[in-house]
């Protein structure tokens, strides 16, 4: 069995001259990724700032509670947010 390096050598360069040459490459400057954030996402953020203070205060208290042991959990509410996930699923007909 004869191996000839020259043709595989051969290949690559043919593979990377094709590559080098493209039909409607850009020659000038790349584009840039750019992100556009519309006006009613730009509403939403800032609806959510107004409610920071707030959120932040009731998190500090929920803080507190858990470290001083006052924390109290509903059971009955936790129940009934639970039990939609364990009713079960009605046969198909």
């Known amino acids: 069995m004869k191996i000839n390096d020259t043709q595989r050598i051969g290949a690559y360069r043919a593979y990377q001259n094709n590559n080098e040459v493209r039909p409607?490459?850009?020659?000038?400057?790349k584009r840039k990724d750019q992100v556009q954030i519309s006006e009613e996402a730009k509403e939403l953020l800032g609806?959510?700032?107004a409610q920071s203070a707030e959120r932040a205060e009731r998190i500090e208290s929920l803080k507190q509670e858990v470290s001083t042991g006052t924390y109290?959990?509903?059971?009955s509410k936790l129940a009934e947010?639970?039990?939609p996930f364990f009713r079960p699923i009605p046969p198909q007909e």
Not at 72 to 75: E, I, P, S
């Open 72 to 75: 109290h959990v509903d059971t």
């Open 24 to 29: 409607g490459s850009q020659t000038g400057p």
């Open 81 to 83: 947010k639970m039990l």
């Open 47 to 49: 609806a959510q700032g």
